[in-house]
C-alpha cells in the first residue's frame, strides 16, 4: 500500500485547512487508517484515526472538537479536516494505514511521506 498525504500549508491561527491521503494498492480500501504528527524537536504523536468501514473514529485530546477524521472508500482517500488552527499544531502530518486496529498507538503497517502544516500566530 503507497500512501500520499497532501494538503498542507501556512495558514493563520484560527484558520482551516483539510489534508488528504491518498492510497494506492490492490487491497488499500481494507485498512484502517489514521493521522499522526511531528513537530520539530519533539516525538511523533497520534491526532486521529478511522476504521476501514469509516463508522468509527478517535482523536488525541489536543484535537478533539476541531478536528475531523473521514473517508471516501470509493476514491480510497483519508481527509482530515482542522478547524481553529493553533500555533500548535505546526507540525509534519502523515497518514498511516493498518490491516488492524491500533487507534493511538504507532503500530501501523505503512506510512506517508508527510505534509507540512505551519499555523502563525
Known amino acids: 500500500v503507497q500512501l500520499q498525504a497532501s494538503g498542507g500549508g501556512l495558514v493563520q491561527a484560527g484558520g482551516s485547512l483539510r489534508l488528504s491521503c491518498a492510497a494506492s494498492?490492490?487491497?488499500?480500501?481494507?485498512?484502517?487508517m489514521g493521522w499522526f504528527r511531528q513537530a520539530p524537536g519533539k516525538e511523533r504523536e497520534f491526532v486521529a484515526a478511522?476504521?476501514?468501514?469509516?463508522?468509527?473514529?478517535y482523536y488525541a485530546d489536543s484535537v478533539k472538537g476541531r478536528f475531523t477524521i473521514s473517508r471516501d472508500n470509493a476514491k480510497i482517500t483519508v481527509y482530515l479536516q482542522m478547524n481553529s488552527l493553533k500555533p500548535e499544531d505546526t507540525a509534519v502530518y502523515y497518514c498511516?494505514?493498518?490491516?488492524?486496529?491500533?487507534?493511538?498507538?504507532?503500530?501501523?503497517?505503512?506510512w506517508g511521506r508527510g505534509t507540512q502544516v505551519t499555523v502563525s500566530s
Open positions: 478511522i476504521t476501514l468501514s469509516g463508522g468509527w473514529t
Open positions: 494498492g490492490r487491497t488499500a480500501s481494507n485498512y484502517n
Open positions: 498511516a494505514a493498518a490491516l488492524r486496529w491500533y487507534g493511538a498507538r504507532d503500530l501501523y503497517d505503512y
